[in-house]
């Protein structure tokens, strides 16, 4: 795609579309008012079946509970072990890049949504992935429950029969007791009237 482009600086861009599979390079030329020309070539490789090495483990997309998140990554250069990277950097929310050289925390984060880009540097390039993910302060415990007292019940009142009834010893006695005073008052009584009309006669 040849093309024109005047102007002592510019930043010219292009998309390269139907690109076949396998290596390509790609040459770029230019040349000043004075005659000098400059060249740069790049070298790329188109695979479509190829996946990136780079996997972010934490934060994923999903809504936390916290404002301290671990940045846990994982980068597979030659697709047989981890880790072997020259350096990463991670950009949170668009602002400033944040070089590390190992798994940290995400500390301080504000309430509501973020977004982080984690990007490693290998041997065969560099390779970015992207994660959505919220921070809120609500909690999902759930409300307890209100402890009901229990309903006081009257207490039941026993039904008396032969087998359950408790004898009152004075209940059997009390007959016989007012019996008995009767009788010990009509002898007092006799005997008061015997000795008075004995001695009026």
Request: glycine share 4%; charged share 10%.
């Amino acid at each position: 795609m040849p093309g024109h482009i005047e102007g002592s600086q510019f930043y010219a861009q292009l998309v390269l579309e139907n690109l076949a599979e396998g290596n390509h390079t790609l040459k770029v030329y230019s040349q000043d008012a004075s005659g000098k020309q400059m060249s740069v070539s790049v070298e790329f490789v188109i695979d479509t079946s190829y996946t990136s090495p780079l996997s972010v483990l934490s934060p994923q997309d999903i809504t936390y509970q916290t404002t301290e998140i671990p940045l846990t990554f994982v980068c597979r250069e030659n697709r047989q072990h981890d880790g072997n990277f020259r350096f990463a950097a991670y950009v949170l929310d668009g602002i400033g890049s944040n070089y590390i050289y190992e798994n940290s925390t995400i500390a301080d984060l504000s309430i509501g949504s973020h977004t982080i880009i984690v990007t490693v540097w290998t041997a065969y390039g560099f390779f970015s992935k992207t994660v959505y993910f919220t921070v809120t302060n609500q909690t999902s415990t759930s409300a307890p429950m209100a402890t009901i007292p229990p309903t006081q019940q009257p207490t039941p009142t026993p039904a008396f029969t032969g087998s359950n009834v408790i004898a009152d010893p004075m209940v059997n006695y009390t007959p016989a007791l007012i019996a008995f005073s009767t009788i010990i008052v009509m002898v007092v009584l006799s005997v008061a009237a015997y000795i008075y009309f004995r001695k009026r006669s």
